[in-house]
């Protein structure tokens, strides 16, 4: 059973950044692509972020590319998401995955002036 934990949301102004964490309990994350998803309040879950099991390949959505960075300390278990010139809708509850079926609680990221 793996248990992930994401940490790091808050509220933000925008322009401001915040860096997320998500930690993984088992000895799998290593050998896994993991991924950071989010939903706003109406909106359906989005894929924001991807990164392969050793940390060398990453994909974004449109929407954050060139702002937001993800990348991963396999040593500690922990994926994170750099998030840069935050936006008031980069506002959303952020969600760790390991794929295809693990979750965490999420975290909340507010950003307003």
């Known amino acids: 059973q793996v248990q992930l934990v994401e940490s790091g949301g808050g509220l933000v102004q925008p322009g401001g950044s915040l860096r997320l964490s998500c930690v993984a309990s088992g000895s799998i994350f290593r050998l896994k692509t993991m991924n950071w998803y989010r939903q706003a309040p109406g909106k359906e879950r989005e894929l924001v972020a991807v990164?392969?099991?050793?940390?060398?390949?990453?994909n974004y959505a449109d929407s954050v590319k060139g702002r937001f960075t993800i990348s991963r300390d396999n040593a500690k278990n922990t994926v994170y998401l750099q998030m840069n010139s935050l936006k008031p809708e980069d506002a959303a509850v952020y969600y760790c995955?390991?794929?295809?079926?693990?979750w965490g609680k999420g975290t909340l990221v507010n950003v307003s002036s």
């Open positions: 995955n390991l794929p295809p079926s693990y």
């Open positions: 990164i392969s099991s050793g940390g060398y390949s990453t």
